[in-house]
DNA sequence: TCCAGCATTGCACCCGCGTGCAAATCTGTC
DNA sequence: GACAGATTTGCACGCGGGTGCAATGCTGGA
């Protein structure tokens, strides 16, 4: 049992399959048809591997495994601002379903330099993940392209690039900024506004295009206005500046919570505004903060989990080689709460 | 060039070693070299064997790599609730600094069920992962062992399980709590109590013992609440339910943000008191919500930025193999807010 | 008892790549 | 031009494990 190999002390940490094998007195073969589902192997060897693999701690090694079979089932999930509470829902959903399905999740975050975004994503080939799920951040169309190229299955959630080929997910944001013009405009607003950030996402942009041509549609015009990263501060600043000018807005459409609430919290603590009675307020995304009732902000709802559970089975449907796939839409449900005048419609 | 191995469509998407060396017209050894730090390749050769690469978008498969050599370059990151800012903040800050040091997270949510976990656990094994950081969780002490056994450097971060081996890193838990004691006291505070959930992490736990020890030294006792999970929901309902007694509490220690901002929501809301004229709130981690001006809470930092700098640094200095290394301990900073009467000493 | 039919098993090869070793080439000096 | 030494290069092996193929063992029916 003990084999001093040679001279060179043998500090190799994990158990071989051949290990096993020794120890079970069986063929290295039946140890890998022990552990490979569907294989033939009969109950009893299978019971002797599986004792000798216990009592020596034996793990299948994956990345061995993944060399020879075409998938590793890791899967890449790529985000920039994980810190932020609607990517981090994200990445919580995902992760737990992920490893639910017998998958590993490797997080690629997308917020440094472009050089490391680039250098990150290659991680994503090297490492023969099997999907790339792209949830934010704006990575090089060529990266993508070659993900593709390398046969992964690429995901993109709520970002429109012109890259065929990848399987998207997106919510409804052009029928839901209506809808929030709508109840702007029915909550009695007379300057209505529309809060955004200076970061040009696809869904951000859908959100303010629909908004604007809503009110457009009505008669009337809305003030816009970008500032900056999309986060609580520029929501704020935005708030400090937007309420100080002379034509003050009473109705606003901030295109993430986040926005919102530095808008909200810029309207109370600088103007001693009340909300609703004196500005109305709208978001989207609805993160947990959302619900806190010093917000309590009216908002729509990214089904997160309904949205999680669909790449899942997503990775189960390779898409077909040469055609794309209609991308697959989620309502953004209106949760209706108090930061607008009125009551649900 | 185009050989047709046979009648099976070669549908082998990725490029190989072999394939660059053909094309190079050098073997495949000299490609290895190429992409091997360190390696001797001439200059001539390498840059052929590079435009050969990326004219047929060659990456090294790091599952092969890691095969050979005893380091996979992957670190697994331990995590329950990444949807909470505290852990958001902890992956995003190692997630981006990991990929800056060349190495790739893989992230294990522990939220799920207990099989659920185990199973995660040892996908960190069967990955081969170089390193396995816990950031949370309560990870079953006989897979730590697992991991450390297997030759992984396992570091744990504010839990201190007793299992030795693992590199652990701190923050002043104690030291925070006894603080928040006196700084509750010097702002008049008669009725001082301890808001804190049902879970007994460690850090959570020292938190308490020291906050009331700290009250004992003092000659007073303090009100102490546990309940469910440590969530602003939590936080909330002890508010609702500490606030009602006959000896309402004017002053709070919460042992994490989350709970402070439940804490002061019901107080606010349900009791119309104000923050920190009637009640004066003291939390614990410097989640980004503490520093909105709704809550503008006084709270404790935990220096996420240096702990997780800490961590890669640690990743390069494999621990001795006998030897326990001492705890790290990273002071926690008090930032002073307006959730306290008074002015900073 | 004999033999067809099926479940198991072991052998050998391969996945893609790093690396020791020896052969081949290059460098510089006399 | 010759030759010792330094690079560079290719060959061959092995990392750990899946799998086709043929050999083996086992079952059951005639």
């Given at each position: 049992m003990s084999e001093t190999a040679g001279g060179k002390h043998r500090q190799r940490s994990y158990v071989s399959a051949l290990q096993v094998a020794e120890r079970a007195g069986v063929s290295r073969s039946a140890v890998s048809r022990t552990f490979t589902e569907g294989a033939s192997v009969s109950a009893a060897t299978r019971k002797r591997v599986i004792e000798a693999a216990e009592a020596l701690g034996y793990h299948v090694n994956h990345l061995a495994r993944g060399l020879i079979q075409d998938r590793s089932n890791i899967v890449s999930l790529v985000a920039t601002d994980l810190n932020t509470p609607y990517q981090a829902g994200l990445i919580h959903a995902l992760t737990s379903r992920l490893q639910r399905a017998g998958k590993v999740a490797m997080v690629i975050n997308t917020s440094g330099q472009t050089q490391s975004v680039e250098k990150a994503l290659r991680q994503t080939l090297e490492y023969r993940a099997d999907a790339t799920v792209v949830l934010s951040g704006q990575p090089p169309g060529s990266l993508i392209q070659t993900c593709l190229t390398n046969g992964q299955h690429v995901i993109m959630l709520n970002r429109d690039d012109a890259v065929p080929g990848p399987d998207r997910l997106m919510v409804t944001n052009r029928a839901a900024a209506r809808e929030a013009f709508l109840h702007l405009q029915a909550a009695g607003c007379r300057q209505i506004a529309l809060v955004a950030s200076e970061v040009g996402t696809a869904s951000v942009v859908a959100r303010e295009e629909a908004f604007v041509a809503a009110a457009a549609e009505a008669g009337t015009t809305v003030q816009v206005a970008h500032f900056g990263p999309t986060t609580y501060a520029s929501g704020r600043a935005l708030g400090r500046q937007m309420l100080a000018r002379p034509q003050r807005p009473d109705g606003?459409?901030?295109?993430?919570?986040?926005?919102?609430?530095?808008?909200?919290?810029?309207?109370?603590?600088?103007?001693?505004?009340?909300?609703?009675?004196?500005?109305?307020?709208?978001?989207?995304?609805?993160?947990?903060?959302?619900?806190?009732?010093?917000?309590?902000?009216?908002?729509?709802?990214?089904?997160?989990d309904q949205i999680a559970a669909r790449i899942i089975s997503l990775?189960?449907?390779?898409?077909?080689?040469?055609?794309?796939?209609?991308?697959?839409?989620?309502?953004?449900?209106?949760?209706?709460?108090?930061?607008?005048?009125?009551t649900r419609r």
């Open positions: 606003v459409f901030c295109v993430t919570d986040l926005l919102a609430c530095g808008f909200m919290d810029a309207a109370r603590s600088e103007f001693g505004l009340s909300i609703p009675d004196d500005l109305c307020v709208i978001g989207f995304d609805d993160i947990e903060q959302a619900g806190w009732s010093s917000f309590d902000l009216t908002t729509f709802r990214q089904p997160i990775l189960d449907e390779p898409p077909p080689p040469g055609t794309q796939r209609e991308p697959i839409a989620f309502p953004a449900e209106l949760i209706w709460r108090r930061s607008v005048r009125g």
